[in-house]
């Protein structure tokens, strides 16, 4: 998560002006906007853009400063965990206001626009598992294998065939399989779309939609089932150790480069966050 959310630093500096209608064509793509809900869904993301500038991109550049003072040394698997648990607070508050702004308008979606965000995930679907189950389960290892080393490679710099082979070992041993990840996805689809005919046979208002979404994302990150809330959490603590493990493996000059990185991220969030 750490990695992902720092391999998207650069591009929210080149498009972050970009993002609101970024999001509005993704979104759009969904749940068809119709001539009505076009204009409050554009103004929703820019004021969640305004908020996003002023309250949300000082703590990720103050985050991504912890991160760095503690890429200098070698770290533990526990703190590790605390940076992930950092930005999952911050990914909750994200969450938070997205909701608050948007739920006015999914208290507005029709019939049609929710059958229409199901054939989309239906497309959508079929193209994962293309991706993600019909292939061999080499390729499949090869591929996450390889996108894993890319991740990295963007903050440490080049690796060498012993860190490669680290984290060939982590994605085979990874409790994450394609058809853990295709249940959790459908699940999260289901969530959502059951929540979205409630919103509507009930005629909830925006508050109670608000609510109701909110348990949706808490779903979402943290799974009902104890089979798979324990799934989860074992993943996590496994992505922590193997976090910590490749640091700990980093030369000094790797560790040079990601700091160094890492306090270009935080100099471009700050930047940004200070523009009005």
């Known amino acids: 998560m750490a990695l992902l959310l720092l391999s998207g630093c650069s591009a929210i500096k080149i498009g972050y002006e970009q993002t609101p209608s970024l999001l509005y064509w993704w979104l759009d793509k969904h749940v068809d906007f119709n001539?009505?809900?076009?204009?409050?869904?554009?103004?929703?993301?820019?004021?969640?853009q305004?908020?996003?500038?002023?309250r949300a991109l000082p703590g990720y550049a103050d985050l991504l400063s912890r991160m760095a003072r503690t890429a200098e040394q070698d770290v533990t698997a526990q703190q590790a965990c605390s940076l992930m648990d950092e930005i999952e607070n911050q990914l909750d508050q994200l969450a938070?206001?997205?909701?608050?702004?948007?739920?006015?308008?999914?208290?507005?979606?029709?019939?049609?626009?929710?059958e229409?965000?199901?054939?989309?995930?239906?497309?959508?679907?079929?193209?994962?598992?293309?991706d993600w189950l019909a292939p061999s389960e080499a390729r499949r290892l090869r591929k996450r294998s390889d996108a894993a080393i890319e991740r990295y490679e963007d903050v440490y710099g080049r690796l060498t065939p012993a860190q490669n082979e680290q984290i060939e070992r982590h994605v085979r041993d990874s409790v994450w399989t394609p058809q853990w990840g295709q249940q959790e996805r459908l699940r999260r689809q289901q969530d959502l779309l059951q929540a979205l005919e409630r919103i509507h046979a009930e005629r909830l208002d925006a508050a109670q939609a608000q609510a109701v979404l909110w348990k949706v994302w808490q779903r979402w990150m943290n799974p009902p089932h104890a089979t798979?809330?324990?799934?989860?959490?074992?993943?996590?603590?496994?992505?922590?150790?193997?976090?910590?493990?490749?640091?700990?493996?980093?030369?000094?000059?790797q560790r040079?480069?990601?700091?160094?990185?890492?306090?270009?991220y935080e100099k471009d969030l700050r930047e940004l966050a200070g523009r009005s």
């Open 35 to 48: 001539s009505t809900q076009t204009p409050a869904a554009r103004q929703a993301l820019d004021d969640l």
């Open 50 to 54: 305004r908020w996003h500038r002023k």
């Open 96 to 114: 938070q206001q997205s909701i608050a702004l948007t739920a006015p308008i999914v208290t507005g979606l029709q019939a049609p626009q929710r």
């Open 116 to 130: 229409h965000l199901a054939r989309y995930w239906a497309r959508k679907n079929e193209d994962w598992a293309d």
């Open 228 to 253: 798979d809330k324990q799934r989860m959490q074992a993943w996590r603590e496994q992505g922590c150790r193997h976090l910590a493990e490749l640091h700990n493996s980093t030369s000094t000059e």
């Open 256 to 264: 040079q480069r990601a700091i160094k990185r890492l306090r270009g």
